[in-house]
């Protein structure tokens, strides 16, 4: 499975900005689907992830303001991000995982500042 991210950029505090993952190669063998990200100086985290049937869960610092998406036919995952603050700049990493193996995509990055 090879992950391909886009979507990041600049952005003012309370903006807005959508990332997407398209993955490819053996699709149908994906369970979940999930963005993490690094900020500087701390280890990568969860931000938001969404499994097969549609279940999905959010770090406490994100809930109400992301939201996680999935289309399993076209093998994609986006990530909504409303009223972004400087607490959300980090790399995005968009993730998927098979019933042995997880994958990366390359991270994005987003930058929340004035």
């Known amino acids: 499975v090879q992950l391909q991210a886009c979507g990041g950029g600049l952005v003012q505090p309370g903006g807005s900005l959508r990332l997407s993952c398209a993955a490819s190669g053996s699709i149908f063998l994906i369970n979940n689907m999930a963005w993490y990200r690094r900020a500087p100086g701390n280890q990568r985290e969860s931000v938001a992830i969404v499994s097969r049937g549609g279940t999905t869960s959010y770090t406490d610092s994100v809930k109400g303001r992301f939201t996680i998406s999935r289309d399993n036919a076209k093998a994609t995952v986006s990530l909504q991000m409303n009223s972004l603050k400087p607490e959300d700049t980090a790399v995005y990493y968009c993730?998927?995982?098979?019933?042995?193996?997880?994958?990366w995509g390359q991270g994005t990055q987003v930058t929340v500042s004035s």
């Open positions: 993730y998927a995982d098979t019933i042995s193996t997880p994958f």
